[in-house]
């Protein structure tokens, strides 16, 4: 099927030889005649390639000479793209220098040795493609009528996110499986449950729904999920599990070390492992080498759940008797396939209803194949269009030899042959690969796949393709993403992600040979020649140089994973994207100028590379995220980069400007980070134009804005696709002073003509010297969309914006606000006078209080009378309190379950009752505190209690016994601390995790001969040094605590710089 891409890249070949900018320098070069008889022949096989797509099946030497229109195209597109790229140059050069001389040279001496190559290899490329017009006129083609695509109406549902409302006639599954994992809670050996079926069943979504089911969440202690897919790479598997389970994972190769790693990781935790699309049939791979590593740790009633297809599988692998997916009924699958096919606005109608039953007959009781068909048919209305698909050849039921394949293949041959391509390159990535939305779309514009249309733009028309490819099963689990765990986040919050379901992938690879990644290549042992789009791994570069030789039509590099060597082998000439993750690149920009899409983030980017880049005049997303080295831009960017759409600059904190006179580049959707200097041409009115900013924006020394019409200027109350915002008026978030800065207006004016729209999802504000918010953030309408706010280093801070009453506002940090006393005051309520308090915060879960001197209570009333007792937090889950020494209670919150309390060494005696819904509790750093909470007993929802650096503390306290749910206990830097209360050790049976440094007394009597000895023999991870640590010392800095005992809310450098989410 991978002739079906040929058409859409002929077409596109096509409407680049009618382009304006090429005509323009062919007429100039005096080869506008050979560019007219290419487009000539390219449209006359275009006329002729459907029935060569159809005949090609039987027909062998069809087959060949379309490969070979295939090669020529390519390189047409490349000779093509250098006449624009000429274009593209002179206009840069121009527009940089208006001097007659500069303008002679360019118009006299340029063309000279350019019309020379390009005549030799336009020509040359005609010479092939009038050969392959010879040949195709002896197949006896047929002419086909080439159709406009019909527009498709942008759905109301692409908005959804949540998927789990598409799941029918799972329900009685899940419960089963849930029972059986439960039921294994006695079993002191690992036990594996297979799940198995047909491809297309939803093993993998009756998974999902098991993993995240309320009671499998309290039961297991730790729950992990890899999708192995079909590389039943041992260690590959279990460093996978390590990484899951601690976060990161050495490169040990060997199987003790990783089996000495995974018995440190899990001990012996309950786990609940997935281990996804299994497709090993071989005995011994299980059995001799993954099964001891896997089954050798964890505590008793530790499940493993396989899903596979094969029930040779299920059998070679099950301990317990396998759960076989049973087809969807007829009602399920009706329910199923309405849901997707009348979604869209479309009635009912009788005839529609009779041929849709009769369609999801042929469904089978698949789920994918009804989900698809369903999307396929969402955007058919006639009867007749309905009747056509019914009357195609997919056979009378899906569910026998074939499986869901043909009616995939039938779905995708009713896309857009834009559709087509976009969903092909999703084959560059590996099985269950998490891709990201905006990176996608941005990957097809580099490639040409998509054309802006009518008042869409490129940005526009790929969101359109990608909800398209979502509504109709061809792309998956589309969600916000989780911050990366790896590298610093390059997302911003809400980042969209999405996967692929292995038989779309299957798909993907059948439609398209030109996707691989370099593992296939190096199996297969084939050259990259064949291959357009190409995804590198962490393989060794030496050995993958030989696979470059000759020469390739390469359009897309990804190296996803770090890698560790740089390659200077790469071939760079046809690339259209490059995403470079590494510590340094050789890239030569002037051998690599046909790149739309250049990804060099984390890359140590020197001011050579960086003047080189203004030779890309193609580009239109560059990204550059944490390249720490990036001090500044070159002065000429801008005129020579005028087709950038998105600039990414995360992380780049030692950026000193922005790139000058940015506000030229007024089709702009993407710049992260903007930096206000007095210079010209780099002013916050720059802004001023780029109505079409999206997502996350962050403004930087907003201190030096000139005047207050120059913020209003930038008028930001028009970009209505900001979600995020992020204020600092300094050049750093860490920046609480002045330093040398003057003040060159108003802060509190400037601030209040920065007014955004009123649905931004995330602000956060930094450094701000006015004594007072702007009136717009008094308004509690300004924030009805707000999810997260952070306040940081506002030292005459003595009211907080109107957000206690925000219907969304899930996230609130607050750092340095010197003067702040109360988060909520003017409540409209009388103290001690409600029956029932009042809930304010009704979406907050989390809050972050920081270094506030001056705050006492959570409420006020119109009196200016605390009145925290009459006010609840209704869902508030998590609170971490930082040297705040006047707070005296914690919120009333019914559902609080992770209090972390520093005290920056404060002399505080005692803290204020605890909640007993608490299942995490941190009490560090309180110089004074004698005694722990004496309620702490009754804490029986209790899993982590760590207690640091109190070294007042005398003791824990009586009454313990209660905390029978407690985990992971860390007792550091109590000197006092010198023994446990009589009988606690045995009153704790969940306890797997011990660790006590720095406290003498107590770690003699739990070493070996001390009378606490045997009791911690049953704890599998135990951390008791036998000399004592020194204690950090008593200084305002992070240097005191050992970072893995900070809260999160104590951040290095890098961290807060970093911290998108």
């Not at 940089?96 to 040795?113: E, N």
């Not at 309905?386 to 026998?400: F, H």
């Not at 269950?432 to 802006?452: C, P, R, S, T």
């Not at 779309?504 to 990259?528: F, G, P, R, W, Y």
Request: aromatic share 8%; proline share 4%; hydrophobic share 35%.
């Amino acid at each position: 099927m991978a002739e079906s891409l040929l058409l859409p890249l002929v077409r596109g070949v096509v409407g680049k030889a009618t382009d304006a900018l090429v005509q323009t320098v062919t007429r100039m070069c005096g080869l506008d005649d050979d560019r007219e008889t290419l487009e000539r022949h390219l449209l006359a096989v275009e006329c002729k390639l459907a029935n060569a797509e159809e005949k090609s099946q039987k027909n062998a030497y069809l087959k060949s000479w379309m490969e070979k229109l295939k090669s020529v195209a390519y390189e047409a597109d490349d000779i093509l793209d250098d006449f624009q790229y000429e274009a593209l140059r002179r206009e840069a050069q121009i527009g940089k220098s208006t001097s007659l001389k500069v303008l002679g040279y360019i118009t006299r001496r340029s063309p000279l040795l350019f019309r020379f190559a390009m005549s030799r290899k336009l020509k040359g490329v005609l010479e092939k493609i009038n050969k392959l017009v010879n040949e195709m006129n002896k197949f006896g083609l047929e002419n086909s009528v080439h159709q406009q695509e019909p527009q498709l109406p942008w759905r109301q549902t692409y908005s959804k996110l949540d998927e789990s409302t598409d799941i029918f006639g799972r329900d009685d599954d899940k419960e089963r499986v849930v029972k059986l994992l439960l039921d294994q809670q006695d079993q002191q050996k690992v036990q594996v449950l297979p799940i198995f079926g047909m491809g297309g069943l939803g093993k993998t979504t009756l998974a999902k729904m098991v993993y995240n089911d309320q009671k499998v969440q309290q039961h297991f202690q730790l729950k992990m999920w890899h999708c192995v897919s079909d590389n039943f790479d041992v260690s590959a598997i279990v460093k996978s599990i390590i990484k899951l389970a601690n976060g990161t994972c050495d490169q040990a190769d060997s199987i003790e070390l990783l089996q000495k790693k995974l018995g440190e990781v899990i001990g012996q935790k309950r786990f609940f492992l997935v281990l996804d699309d299994v497709w090993n049939e071989e005995k011994k791979l299980w059995k001799d080498e993954l099964k001891p590593l896997l089954c050798s740790v964890g505590g008793p009633g530790s499940v493993i759940v396989v899903t596979c297809r094969s029930k040779q599988v299920a059998s070679i692998m099950q301990t317990v008797d396998p759960v076989e997916l049973a087809f969807l009924s007829k009602e399920d699958s009706w329910e199923l396939f309405s849901n997707k096919a009348f979604s869209n606005g479309a009635e009912e109608q009788t005839e529609l209803v009779t041929i849709g039953k009769r369609i999801v007959n042929k469904c089978g009781g698949l789920p994918l194949a009804l989900k698809t068909m369903g999307g396929l048919l969402s955007s058919k209305q006639q009867v007749h269009e309905w009747k056509t698909i019914e009357e195609t050849n997919i056979g009378d039921n899906v569910g026998g030899k074939y499986g869901v394949m043909p009616i995939l293949k039938l779905s995708y041959k009713y896309l857009s042959s834009e559709m087509k391509q976009c969903f092909a390159l999703c084959a560059v990535f590996h099985k269950d690969y998490e891709m990201e939305k905006d990176m996608l779309i941005q990957l097809w514009m580099a490639n040409g796949f998509i054309q802006a249309e009518g008042t869409m733009d490129l940005t526009q028309k790929g969101e359109f393709i990608f909800h398209e490819l979502i509504w109709r099963s061809f792309l998956q689990d589309m969600k916000a993403a989780a911050k990366s765990a790896g590298y610093a986040s390059d997302r911003a919050y809400g980042t969209i992600v999405c996967k692929m379901h292995d038989l779309m992938h299957d798909l993907a690879k059948d439609v398209s040979n030109e996707c691989a990644t370099i593992e296939e290549l190096i199996e297969q042992k084939s050259l990259v020649k064949n291959v357009c789009h190409l995804q590198m791994s962490e393989v060794e570069l030496e050995k993958t140089s030989m696979l470059f030789d000759g020469k390739t039509s390469l359009r897309t590099l990804l190296a996803l994973s770090w890698m560790q060597q740089d390659f200077k082998r790469l071939p760079h000439v046809s690339l259209r994207a490059l995403h470079w993750l590494g510590s340094r690149t050789s890239l030569k920009a002037i051998n690599a100028k046909h790149l739309r899409y250049l990804d060099l983030s984390h890359c140590s980017v020197n001011s050579t590379l960086l003047d080189s880049l203004c030779l890309l005049y193609n580009m239109q997303t560059l990204r550059l995220n944490y390249c720490e080295g990036l001090r500044q831009f070159p002065e000429d960017m801008v005129m020579s980069l005028r087709k950038l759409i998105h600039i990414y600059l995360y992380g780049c904190s030692s950026l000193e400007r922005t790139p000058r006179n940015i506000g030229q580049l007024n089709n702009l959707h993407t710049l992260t980070r903007f930096i206000v200097d007095t210079r010209d041409g780099c002013g916050i009115e720059e802004l001023k134009d780029l109505r079409h900013l999206s997502n996350r924006l962050e403004l930087y020394s907003l201190r030096k804005i000139k005047s207050v019409n120059h913020a209003k200027e930038a008028n930001l109350q028009q970009k209505q696709n900001l979600s995020e915002l992020l204020f600092c008026w300094g050049r750093s978030v860490l920046c609480s002073s002045r330093q040398e800065e003057n003040e060159a207006c108003n802060e509190e004016e400037v601030f209040q003509h920065l007014e955004p729209h009123s649905k931004i999802k995330k602000f956060e504000l930094y450094g701000y010297g006015g004594p007072e918010i702007p009136r717009w953030m008094r308004d509690p309408q300004m924030f009805q969309c707000l999810r997260k706010l952070t306040i940081s280093n506002w030292t005459r801070c003595k009211n907080i914006p109107v957000v206690w009453l925000s219907p969304s506002l899930e996230f609130l940090h607050l750092n340095n606000l010197g003067k702040l006393k109360t988060l909520c005051d003017n409540l409209c309520i009388e103290g001690g006078g409600r029956s029932t308090p009042l809930q304010i915060f009704p979406k907050l879960k989390e809050m972050v209080l920081e270094q506030l001197p001056s705050l006492e209570g959570w409420a006020e009333n119109s009196a200016g009378v605390a009145t925290d007792s009459s006010v609840i937090f209704p869902v508030f889950e998590k609170l971490v309190i930082t040297r705040c020494p006047k707070v005296a209670s914690f919120p009333l919150s019914p559902v609080l379950k992770d209090l972390r309390l520093v005290g920056y060494y404060l002399e505080v005696e005692y803290l204020p009752r605890l909640r007993t819904s608490l299942e995490i509790l941190w009490i560090q750093c309180f110089e004074g505190l004698v005694a722990l909470p004496s309620n702490l007993g009754d804490l029986a929802k209790l899993r982590e209690l760590r207690v640091h650096s109190c070294r007042s503390l005398e003791g824990l306290p009586d009454g313990m016994d209660g905390v029978t749910s407690l985990r992971e206990l860390v007792i550091t830097h109590c000197r006092g601390i010198e023994e446990f209360p009589n009988g606690l050790l045995e009153r704790l049976p969940a306890l797997d995790y011990l660790t006590i440094v720095g406290c003498p007394e107590l770690q003699r009597r739990c070493r070996e001969g001390g009378e606490y000895f045997h009791h911690l023999v049953p704890i599998p991870y135990k951390r008791i040094p036998a000399e004592s640590v020194a204690e950090p010392e008593s200084e305002s800095s992070e240097k005191r605590f050992p970072r893995r005992l900070l809260p999160c809310c104590v951040h290095s450098k890098s961290d807060s710089e970093s911290d998108n989410n």
